[in-house]
């Protein structure tokens, strides 16, 4: 867990986008804001990425949708590579896609 709080204490910006990463294990709640700069954003999920694949069994991956500028959240099971959950859902994620792509047609 002390690798995963220098992780998370060493990305201060402002409160733009703000993460919340919890673990079972903790009982406090940590909170993460990152730069709009995407390449702070991609270095911190990176970061977070192998810090937290250490706590548990559970494989923990970030990623920013390209998209969308949205943090997608996916828990894998380390041992046999299944995707456990993913946050937002890939049916939502397309919805988000098709719905910018319909206020784009209606802008034009």
Not at 10 to 21: G, I, K, L
Not at 22 to 42: C, G, M, Q
Not at 67 to 88: G, M, S, Y
Request: charged residues 30%; without cysteine.
């Amino acid at each position: 867990m002390n690798q995963v709080n220098t992780v998370l204490n060493s990305y201060n910006a402002a409160p733009a986008q703000t993460v919340a990463v919890r673990s079972s294990e903790a009982t406090s709640e940590r909170t993460v804001s990152f730069n709009s700069d995407k390449l702070s954003v991609n270095n911190a999920v990176k970061d977070i990425n192998i810090a937290l694949a250490a706590l548990r069994k559970e494989e923990r991956q970030f990623r920013v949708d390209e998209d969308l500028e949205r943090l997608v959240v996916k828990i894998i099971d380390a041992d046999t590579r299944e995707l456990i959950r993913q946050i937002p859902t890939e049916e939502a994620l397309a919805l988000s896609k098709k719905m910018q792509e319909m206020i784009g047609l209606l802008s034009d």
